[in-house]
């Protein structure tokens, strides 16, 4: 019988966390921004079928990186806990908050307990439901380290570079076509333009009945990135 | 199920797919406990029953309207229930019955369909949604066996085929495509009269909205149970027109006004 080789645990996070990097770094980056209607969602995505970005609830969205089917595991799981929790207690107790918690929970249990973290970055926006309310952006990483960021945030390998870029673009007051604008260039690499057919766009808009989410696509998406 | 404390993920075979009542019944089936008792035993207490809902299809859409009243036996449970709602964007629910246990079903059924739409990341289509019900009513059948029925109308726009259905449903949840229009509850047989009478192909949406007030006073007028427009205090029939963009529930001062055109109508000098 062998004896498995003694792994110090510093060495098995880094490893995990060098394997989870790479496995994102693959992928395409995506930013959030805030404006005057509420929050975009840019990401750079091929497919019009297999989303980045989704609606989890009336004023909450999913966004993730990475590998596909684990972020879209995660998307299910954070629409069933909203579904469940709005149906047994009400709507309004459906928050970003306890849902990135969530996230937050399950992502630090993988990271440490399986054999394989999961690959994967991702977002949980919440729409204020007034203007004075604020927005909520929650980034939570692979390892399940969530941040609470505010204005904009970058999800994605490629996140240091695009982060600069926003740094000298974003201000507030940004209204729904010049996020999406900013947020495009953002993501292009020098000398690039990104067109309708890169992206995959999404907003969660304040003034919506209920459900403030929904898709910014075709001859709308077209005439803003024109 | 792996131990992630929160967020329900589950193994292979154990997925509840994109039903919510599914996840349910596999996380919190407590949530879901239906009333079990003797069949064929009826409850020794009175329960609030809600009476006439009614659906009309109309040129590009369907009308859908209810009445305000709940009973309890001969006593009024409430004069302002709401009876019609809201299924998701382009379809709604009626319902005529045991009002407690119909009211949770359509909340169920909303969540249903939105979980759906959300998980898949398109929405049921109207034949699909109607299914959903249909299944969600006989679940409650052994509730039916002891007198709390709950019967449905749903009714929406179907874009697929570009225009208004109405579908009807029984007690075991068997589901029926009605081709022009349908009513449920205990003033139906007086308001379904009435929508017969005045119905024909191609009508507007606005001459159904007339029709389903009309009908609804008539209902009023035979049962006991149907509530009619409420001048004193200002209550009037829910009423609500789906088509190809969605479901709207009419302004109350806009029924308000139409029940009003009742004082100048026929059923003013009726006698019957």
Redesign the interface.
Known sequence: MSMPFYVSPEQVMKDRADYARKGIARGRSLVALECTEGIVMVAQNQSR?L?KI???YDRIAFAGVGKYNEFQ??K??????A??K???YSREDVTANSLA???A??LG??FTNEMKPYEVEILVAQVGATPEEPNELFHILYDGTLMDESDYTVLGGDAERIGDALENTFRPGLTLAEAIQIGAKSLADEGVTLGADQLEVAALERGRPRRAFRRVTGDELLGILS | MN???????FSEGTDPGPS?LN??RR??PD?LQMPQGIPGQTLPFELAHGTTVLAIRCEGGVVMAGDRRATSGNSIANRRIEKLFAADEYSGVAIAGTAGLAIEMV??FQ?QL??YE??E?AALSLEGKANQLSQMVRANLPAAMQGLVVVPLFAGFDKRRDRGRVFSYDAVGGKYEEADFSANGSGAVHARNWIKASWSEGISADDAISISIRSLFAAADEDTATGGPDLVRGIYPLVAVINSEGFKFLDEADVAARSQLLLDGPERGGSA
């Open positions: 079928t989303y989704s609606e989890v595991m995660l299910i799981g954070g629409v069933r806990l579904d469940m709005g149906f047994q918690n969530a996230y929970q399950t249990q993988v | 131990e992630t404390p929160l967020l329900p993920i919510f996840l349910l996380v919190a949530s909340r169920l969540v939105e979980h959300k998980i990341g």
